[in-house]
């Protein structure tokens, strides 16, 4: 029986999102976070405000009764209240596009799209931001001692993967010339790797093999057990603020942006001479 405390509507949504889209978990969690919030101003706004995460009230005539005014009423709401900034607000103008969307051309739960009009705000134009070649060094130079911290942060550095896509790796991905990646849409793709990242994951894999562990994981905890995302994050937070760099600007999530392309090559080469 379905909870009180989901939105059946929504998860009925997200359910397709997984099997047939094949969307990652993390993207389900945004979509679910974002349409909650959404669902639960309008309620507020109509004096039913949700007691307890109970979204019962929530079924397919509450949806039909939304207007394109409550839609903008809650990006407003976003900007001015949450100060959410405008790659927020987005990216919830994007969940609540492709949620109706969904009930109208796959549900086929309602007639008229509302959201199609729904206009995502103007996002500002940034010049990307890139970690020097010195910063690079001192980076890689502060984890040496630690050969999988070594090998997170070369991968970091040189094959451009997002934290998910780092934290899933298995050994069965990785040969001697390429990491076989499964990014966002469940599909695949091919990194080349450097001689930099060969010789990080190879020192590495010399330690991890070397123990009798049930994972196939490629980075392992030190109980033997595949590491979650959030201690990668960890070890990059430590060696970034090791290293005298800001942990504010520069996390696991952006580290992959912030190396100069032209001078990827160079970066073991002379983190080595500064060991």
Not at 128 to 139: A, H
Not at 205 to 228: D, E, H, P, V, Y
Not at 238 to 247: A, C, E, N, R, V
């Amino acid at each position: 029986m379905q909870s009180n405390k989901t939105c059946q509507l929504v998860e009925q949504y997200l359910g397709y999102l997984t099997v047939i889209k094949g969307r990652s978990e993390n993207t389900i969690k945004e979509y679910r976070t974002d349409l909650l919030m959404f669902l639960n101003f309008v309620m507020h706004s109509r004096n039913t405000p949700v007691l307890n995460g109970n979204f019962s009230l929530v079924n397919i005539d509450f949806v039909r009764s939304i207007s394109l005014n409550d839609m903008y009423a809650f990006i407003t709401y976003c900007k001015n209240e949450l100060h959410a900034a405008p790659g927020t607000r987005a990216r919830k103008i994007v969940s609540i596009r492709q949620f109706w969307k969904y009930l109208k051309t796959k549900a086929h739960l309602i007639e008229n799209n509302i959201a199609e009009e729904l206009e995502t705000p103007k996002l500002p134009k940034r010049i990307p931001k890139y970690l020097s070649l010195e910063e690079s060094v001192r980076v890689l130079t502060q984890s040496q001692k630690s050969p999988r911290d070594h090998c997170i942060i070369t991968i970091f550095l040189n094959c451009a993967l997002r934290l998910s896509e780092l934290g899933s790796l298995s050994l069965d991905q990785v040969d001697n010339e390429v990491i076989r990646v499964i990014g966002k849409g469940n599909k695949e793709r091919k990194i080349f790797l450097t001689p930099a990242v060969k010789r990080s994951i190879n020192n590495w894999l010399q330690i991890r093999n070397s123990s009798n562990l049930t994972t196939n994981a490629l980075f392992i905890s030190r109980r033997g057990t595949k590491m979650t995302t959030r201690a990668i994050q960890n070890v990059v937070k430590k060696y970034i603020i090791s290293s005298g760099l800001d942990p504010k600007s520069i996390s696991a999530h952006k580290l992959r942006h912030y190396v100069e392309p032209q001078i990827m090559g160079s970066i073991t080469q002379k983190s080595s001479k500064s060991a």
